[in-house]
């Protein structure tokens, strides 16, 4: 089972420079997030969505942009990659997001930016 | 507003029994979940609490009262590769996860 899948794992971007990070689940799930992670600490939401075409802000949306053409897909954007962004970030998703539903994460993707 | 104190560290032995603290206050509440994350990988699911009371499963039990805005994580029979950081994560009236600094749980021989 594939479950939530990032891409790249590992990129080293340019201040300035754009990237987009890939996220797509195989589990028909309709809700679908971005998180990032800095180091020792907790989990901040920058954009979710909750089907197709529709997404919205989380806490920490400047600096990224999202979209959801498909049930599948989620990639977030970075335009002009600042310091401040580095970061782990984790895609996830989940059926719909009921209280105790699971949340289900990719295995994250490491960005450093310099 | 919203906060969320969990002790930042926790050493215990190993084969022991550890509790990791949670208190919480939220715009709105709908139970208390738990996720563990190894260094280096992703959160997983551990727990979640609706009402008051304890939740099993296997080595871990959860447990929550709500008037107190309180929870805690029970683990027994430490294992080495129990060592990673717990979250308690509360879901607000946004149906959203509210994410702490979680705990460090270092599990010693």
């Known amino acids: 089972n594939a479950g939530v899948t990032q891409t790249p794992k590992f990129r080293i971007l340019k201040i300035g420079q754009s990237m987009t990070l890939q996220c797509t689940q195989d589990m028909n799930h309709n809700y679908m997030y971005w998180y990032r992670q800095d180091p020792g600490m907790g989990l901040k939401l920058i954009y979710y969505s909750v089907g197709a075409g529709i997404t919205d802000k989380g806490e920490v949306p400047n600096g990224y942009n999202v979209s959801r053409s498909t049930t599948e897909d989620f990639p977030l954007r970075l335009e002009l990659a600042a310091p401040s962004q580095t970061s782990v970030y984790f895609c996830?998703?989940?059926?719909?997001?009921?209280?105790?539903?699971?949340?289900?994460f990719g295995e994250g993707s490491w960005l450093t930016v310099v | 507003g919203q906060s969320l104190e969990q002790p930042s560290e926790v050493t215990a032995v190993e084969g022991a029994i550890v509790q990791i603290n949670c208190t919480y206050q939220?715009?709105?509440?709908?139970?208390l979940s738990w996720y563990q994350q190894h260094d280096g990988g992703a959160p997983t699911f551990l727990s979640y609490n609706a009402l008051d009371g304890l939740e099993e499963t296997g080595r871990f039990s959860s447990f929550l009262s709500r008037s107190d805005s309180y929870g805690y994580l029970l683990l027994q029979e430490l294992q080495m590769k129990d060592s990673a950081s717990y979250f308690c994560?509360?879901?607000?009236?946004?149906?959203?996860?509210?994410w702490g600094a979680g705990t460090k749980l270092i599990i010693k021989p």
């Open positions: 996830a998703s989940s059926p719909q997001p009921s209280p105790g539903n699971t949340i289900y």
């Open positions: 939220t715009s709105g509440f709908y139970g």
């Open positions: 994560a509360p879901w607000d009236s946004n149906y959203q996860l509210i």
